[in-house]
């Protein structure tokens, strides 16, 4: 029996599971870089001014505290929360889908025409914001900046099915138990656990070998040092992004409520 006929099939498999492997990276890239893009960015005053007046909002909310106390779920974003009056923060969207925020307590002078209900706005800064939107025609557009259909809200499903699917139901994994995959995925801030996981597993490959002790049965990591790790993990991540907030800016590493 010709042998290349037997391996051909094989080969051809293990083909498909490389673009697969391929493929969840370059979502997890796809997501990350359109967190990136929409994540709230703290602007001045003037510049909220402007893009209002411009007639370059497309969305906006008002608020008074980022929601940032529980470390980010793989592509979460700090949500906007209100209680009683409008501001002093308002956030809003421009028409390339970037979202900003500002202060409205922080302003240098502002005139009070009387065109909105001054008692519904925490003070002078958000009722001249306010009294721009209705100048400019924009009132009609309050609401929640963060689209409500984007194309992160569809990756994360995804990428989440397809991991439950191989760790769950497919072969066992090579390097940790499916406990230890489980909660380091699951834990690990912004989806960064499923890089670790298909880097040192290598999910279906040919290459990917069992770690052994000489003599005994193989080791593999276990559920608890998953939830350290994972732990531990979102530590570190979040001072490493603080630090790198505090030396390159909110430009490149957004941090809403710092």
Request: charged fraction near 15%.
């Amino acid at each position: 029996m010709n042998e290349s006929v037997l391996f051909a099939p094989a080969e051809r498999t293990w083909r498909w599971w490389g673009v697969l492997r391929l493929a969840l990276v370059l979502l997890w890239l796809l997501a990350a870089a359109m967190t990136w893009w929409t994540a709230p960015r703290k602007q001045s005053y003037d510049q909220a001014r402007t893009d209002v007046a411009a007639g370059r909002v497309t969305a906006y909310q008002w608020g008074d505290r980022w929601d940032v106390n529980s470390p980010p779920r793989w592509f979460d974003t700090p949500a906007l929360r209100g209680s009683g009056t409008l501001g002093p923060l308002f956030v809003w969207r421009t028409s390339d889908g970037r979202v900003r925020w500002t202060d409205t307590d922080n302003f240098d002078q502002v005139t009070i025409t009387g065109a909105v209900d001054q008692g519904s706005y925490s003070g002078p800064g958000a009722i001249g914001i306010a009294q721009d939107l209705r100048a400019a025609g924009l009132e009609h557009r309050a609401g929640t900046v963060q689209p409500s259909i984007s194309v992160v809200t569809w990756i994360v499903p995804i990428l989440a099915v397809i991991f439950l699917g191989v760790v769950v139901a497919g072969p066992a994994p090579v390097r940790g138990t499916r406990w230890f995959w489980f909660w380091l995925i699951y834990i690990t801030p912004h989806g960064l656990g499923l890089l670790f996981w298909l880097a040192r597993d290598h999910p279906w490959s040919r290459s990917a070998a069992p770690a052994a002790t000489p003599g005994g049965p193989e080791r593999r990591d276990r559920g608890i040092l998953g939830f350290g790790v994972g732990i531990l993990a979102t530590i570190l991540i979040g001072a490493l992004v603080l630090i790198l907030h505090e030396a390159l800016g909110d430009w490149w590493v957004p941090r809403p409520g710092i």
